[in-house]
C-alpha cells in the first residue's frame, strides 16, 4: 500500500467589505499612519460591521468559496476543523453550526483554539486525520471575527486586528505531495501577556468586569514581539534543517500576519530572498486564525505542484511552530 500523505487540495476566502484604513484610525485614537506603518506594516484592516453576524458568518462564507471554486459536494466532506479565538458563544461550538449551514451533514466538526497558531495547529490534526486513512475530505477553516474583542480606544491593540475568514481542503495524497514535517510547541508562560481576562471559569462574567473592559484583549506588545521574534524564526531554521532544505530550495515563506517586523525578522534568519516571502498584511491586518489561508488564496495563482512552502505562525499562550508542506496542484 502506498504511502497517505496529505495534501491540500482547494482553498476558500472572505472578507468583509469595510476598510477601517489607519486614516480613519487617526480620528478614533492618538495614533497617526506613518507610526502604524513603521511599526507594523499594517495599512488598513477589513471589519464585520453587522452586529448580527459573528465569527461563523466568516467561516461560511470562506468555506462556501472553496465549495464553489472546487466545485465539490459538501456531503463528501468527512470532517470540519474550524479554527478560531471568537467562537460565537462559549458552549455551542462554532465548527458544528458552520458545517450544518454549508451542508456538510456528513461531518462531524468541532473548534480548535491556540490563538494565532490555532490554523497551524489545525493543519497538523487535519493532516494527522487523513494520513490515518480513516478520512477522504478534511474542511480546515480559520475564521476569527477580531472586531468583537477589541477596544477601539486602546491603540496599542486597535491598530493590530481585522476580521476575515479563509479555509483549505485536505484529501490524501499517493505522490509524496501534502505535509512533510512540522515543529509545533507552546509555553504557559505567555498566559498574562496576551488575554482576555474575564468571561472564563477563572473570572466569570460580572457587571464590574463588563465595566472594567475586561472582556477585551490586551496584550503586552514588547514581550510578546521579543517571544514571536524568537520562536517563529527558530522554528523555521529548525524545518529547513531538519529537511536538508535551503533558501534556493524553499519557494515559498508563508508567515502568521501579525507584524510585518516579526515577518522580516524569520525570513532574514532563513535568509530567504523578499520575493519569496508572501504578505497581505497592509490590507488585512493580524486576522488572528483567518492569516495563513488568505495568504495561501491571495498568493494561490503563483503556487506550483511541488513548491516546498514553509508556514510559520505564533500566537497567545504562548503558541508558535512551522509546516513544511509540498504544494499539490497547479492552479486551473
Keep these: 500500500m502506498n504511502t497517505i500523505t496529505a495534501a491540500i487540495t482547494a482553498v476558500g476566502a472572505y472578507v468583509p467589505d469595510f476598510v477601517l484604513s489607519n486614516k480613519v484610525l487617526e480620528t478614533m485614537v ?27 458568518f466568516l467561516a461560511i462564507k470562506a468555506a462556501q468559496d472553496l465549495i ?10 468527512d470532517m470540519v476543523i474550524l ?24 461531518a462531524f466538526a468541532y473548534d480548535l483554539q491556540a490563538a494565532c497558531s490555532s490554523f497551524l495547529y489545525g493543519m497538523s490534526t487535519a493532516a494527522a486525520y487523513i494520513q ?62 496576551l488575554k482576555i481576562s474575564a468571561g472564563g471559569s477563572l473570572l466569570p462574567t460580572t457587571l464590574e468586569t463588563v465595566q472594567n473592559k475586561q472582556h477585551n484583549i490586551i496584550q503586552d506588545g514588547k514581550t510578546v514581539f521579543k517571544y514571536a521574534v524568537t520562536n517563529m524564526a527558530d522554528a523555521s531554521e529548525l524545518i529547513l534543517k531538519r529537511n536538508n532544505l535551503t533558501n534556493e530550495n524553499v519557494n515559498w515563506l508563508v508567515p502568521h500576519q501579525a507584524n510585518k517586523r516579526i515577518i522580516d525578522a524569520t525570513a532574514n534568519r532563513m535568509e530567504l530572498e523578499d520575493s519569496k516571502v508572501l504578505m497581505n498584511i497592509e490590507r488585512y491586518g493580524n486576522t488572528t486564525s483567518a492569516t495563513l489561508p488568505l495568504v495561501l488564496s491571495d498568493f494561490e495563482h503563483l503556487f506550483k505542484k511541488g513548491d516546498n512552502i514553509i508556514f510559520a505562525a505564533f500566537g497567545g499562550g504562548f503558541t508558535w511552530g512551522s509546516i513544511y508542506l509540498k504544494w499539490a496542484y497547479d492552479k486551473k
Design 132 to 193: 490515518s486513512g480513516r478520512y477522504k475530505k478534511v474542511l480546515l477553516i480559520g475564521a476569527d471575527k477580531m472586531s468583537s474583542i477589541v477596544d477601539y480606544t486602546d491603540r496599542a491593540t486597535c491598530i493590530i486586528f481585522g476580521d476575515g475568514g479563509g479555509a483549505v481542503l485536505f484529501e490524501p495524497n499517493y505522490e509524496g505531495l501534502g505535509l512533510q514535517d512540522e515543529y509545533l510547541r507552546s509555553d504557559g508562560v505567555g498566559r498574562d501577556f
Design 68 to 77: 464553489a471554486k472546487a466545485n465539490i459536494d459538501p456531503l463528501e466532506i
Design 83 to 106: 479554527a478560531t479565538a471568537t467562537a460565537d458563544m462559549p458552549v455551542a461550538s462554532t465548527g458544528v453550526f458552520v458545517a450544518t449551514e454549508i451542508g456538510a451533514t456528513n
Design 30 to 56: 492618538d495614533t497617526n499612519d506613518e507610526w502604524i506603518t513603521a511599526r507594523t506594516g499594517i495599512k488598513e484592516r477589513r471589519i464585520l460591521k453587522d452586529a448580527d453576524k459573528g465569527t461563523s
